[in-house]
């Protein structure tokens, strides 16, 4: 696995060759990339923008993904975008708990396995560097903060580092290194996008409307007076193990931890958001509205892609417009002398 970090690019917006010599363009428009952002379920809506824009000519030649947007833009390079597609929009209620493999004894509240066997399925031992496209998988390291981009090595590892949200899925130890979900340090990773050489980047951006609708992740639909009576041995331990699986795909009107812990980071993850592409905006930005869809909604994919399609379809007059104003441009018309 090699890390790589921020560093001076080699596109057409920095690191540019200062000579004043033409060179033949190569391309009759920009090299496009996608900053695929993180945000749980939420993240499904990337198939329905990749979709949409493969539709209308529009393919893109290097794709970053924070977290849920690296498993989207992992499995597109790695050309099984149908397979997901058909895998999410098959999932329910009852077959998103066969997926939460509860660890009450580690470092976080699900082992993650169970998904990681999933992916892997897909992806086989398929090689971040053997794919056709630029592909870099966005995670932070513990400890340092440090943001880490996963450009070489196998692609189910880089894709499980990215989407380790702390405290939900255990950090993933590559190279003596721990990492976890890169939505920590960069949501929307519109920088590593240029720095890996494209020159129009497409931002989609799942978190623009989720504040002041709290994400639905718990069981119980009214408080408990506290008398339940107490289980014990065995009942005790499974008893528990499904009461915290109820917690991610139930609903009540009182939070309970993994409603405040992911809240709090929706919270972080907007403000991260805000900050970052303010200072390096992307020349168009892909907005779903999946202010209604939570982070562990994940039976509701359905709606998740057709909110992406749609979010991608308004933005198609501005993405050419942008292809116009980035390509290359032609030769002047140097009129005849005589």
């Known amino acids: 696995m090699v ?22 363009p190569a391309y009759e428009r920009p090299t496009v990339g996608l900053a695929l952002g993180g945000g749980g379920a939420r993240g499904f809506a990337h198939i329905g923008v990749i979709r949409t824009l493969l539709q209308n000519g529009i393919k893109p030649d290097v794709i970053v ?22 895998w999410a929009r098959g999932l329910t209620r009852r077959g ?31 090689q971040i560097e053997s794919l056709p496209i630029r592909f870099a998988a966005i995670t932070t390291e513990v400890g340092t903060g440090h943001e880490i ?38 949501p929307v990773p519109v920088s ?10 497409i931002a989609v951006n799942l978190n623009s409307d989720i504040l002041g609708r709290s994400i639905t992740l718990t069981g119980d639909d009214k408080p408990s007076d506290g008398g339940d009576k107490p289980r014990r041995g065995l009942g005790a331990i499974f008893g528990t193990e499904r009461a915290i699986k109820r917690q ?70 501005l993405i050419q417009e942008a292809s116009a104003a980035l390509g290359p441009r032609p030769a002047p018309i140097t009129p005849p002398v005589g």
């Open 96 to 126: 998103i708990l066969s997926y939460l493999d509860i660890s009450l004894s580690g470092s976080g509240l699900i082992g993650g396995s169970r998904l990681a066997a999933q992916i892997e399925d897909a992806l086989g031992d398929t």
């Open 248 to 317: 991610f795909v139930g609903d009540t009107r009182r939070p309970s931890i993994p409603t405040v812990m992911v809240d709090a980071f929706n919270i972080m993850q907007d403000r991260i958001t805000r900050a970052r592409l303010a200072g390096d905006p992307p020349d168009v930005t892909v907005n779903p509205r999946l202010g209604h869809v939570g982070w562990f909604d994940f039976h509701r994919a359905n709606e998740a892609i057709e909110a992406g399609a749609l979010a991608a379809q308004r933005t198609l007059d």
């Open 65 to 86: 993904g924070t977290s849920i947007g690296a498993v989207v833009g992992g499995c597109y390079a790695g050309g099984k975008l149908d397979t997901l597609e058909t």
């Open 192 to 201: 590593a996008a240029r720095v890996f050489g494209a020159r129009m980047v």
């Open 3 to 24: 890390f790589e970090s921020p560093r001076p690019a080699r596109n057409g917006d920095r690191g540019a060759d200062a000579s004043a010599e033409r060179d033949t």
């Open 149 to 186: 981009w996963l450009t070489r090595g196998r692609m189910v590892d880089a894709i499980r580092a990215s989407y380790a949200l702390p405290g939900i899925f255990p950090p993933v130890a590559l190279a003596g290194r721990w990492l976890v979900d890169g939505a920590l340090v960069n």
